[in-house]
């Protein structure tokens, strides 16, 4: 079977760890596009050539995961080049056989507007920035929440595929929910929905 679940959303909202869940649970592939506009922030050079020549290689290196790399991802992905020379492969990975779980900021709305379910995972500023300050270890909690104000209004504000939810996706508020909760949550809408467009 075939199938494209898209998961976007602000940072630290639950994205990752609910894709992970849902694709073992379906035995579907996962791809964290942030991974992708990770690796190109943190190499030197020209990034629309970096983002055209990326490589697996690049994806597996160390330090993808800090508040640092983070910041370089999200100065990188405003800029339409960088976006486009990413889109090929993402959309491939999409089509995978066995069905494809995508998370990032733009899978609703412009890489897979088709997506059988689209999901839009978000929570409160401060929420997330607690949950990625101890997840990360990484400076004090107010610079943290800081430099998530900051990255959501540069991916909410950029002109290209800005950080919003599709019109069907369907909005699920972690705020208030533990990592099980959201997973079930997440498992309720997606099985209602394979099952919707499964039927003839
Ligand atoms: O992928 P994204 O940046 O949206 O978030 P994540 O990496 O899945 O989650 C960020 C951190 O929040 C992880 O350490 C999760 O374990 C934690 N988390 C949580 O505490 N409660 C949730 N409902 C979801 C995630
Ligand atoms: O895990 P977290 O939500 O903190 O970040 P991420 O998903 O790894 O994304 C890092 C940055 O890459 C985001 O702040 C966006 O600027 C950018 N990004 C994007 O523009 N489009 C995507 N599909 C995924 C990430």
Request: a negative charge; glycine letters at 8%; aromatic letters at 4%.
């Amino acid at each position: 079977m075939q199938f494209t679940i898209a998961i976007d959303g602000p940072a630290a909202a639950g994205k990752g760890t609910i894709s992970r869940a849902i694709a073992q649970h379906l035995g579907a592939a996962h791809l964290d596009t942030g991974l992708l506009y990770r690796a190109v922030g943190m190499k030197t050079g020209d990034p629309v050539e970096i983002a055209r020549t990326l490589s697996a290689q690049d994806l597996a290196r160390e330090g993808l995961r800090t508040v640092a790399a983070g910041e370089a991802a999200s100065r990188v992905a405003v800029n339409p080049q960088v976006r486009a020379a990413l889109v090929a492969f993402q959309r491939d990975f999409a089509r995978r056989e066995g069905g494809a779980v995508l998370d990032g900021r733009d899978i609703g709305t412009v890489i897979c507007p088709q997506a059988e379910v689209k999901l839009f995972v978000t929570a409160s500023p401060e929420t997330r920035a607690m949950r990625r300050w101890q997840e990360t270890g990484e400076g004090s909690y107010d610079e943290v929440l800081e430099q998530v104000r900051i990255r959501d209004a540069r991916d909410m504000e950029r002109a290209d595929a800005p950080l919003r939810p599709a019109e069907d996706a369907v909005v699920l508020d972690t705020t208030d929910l533990s990592i099980e909760q959201a997973i079930a949550q997440a498992q309720a809408v997606i099985a209602e929905r394979l099952g919707r467009v499964s039927r003839p």
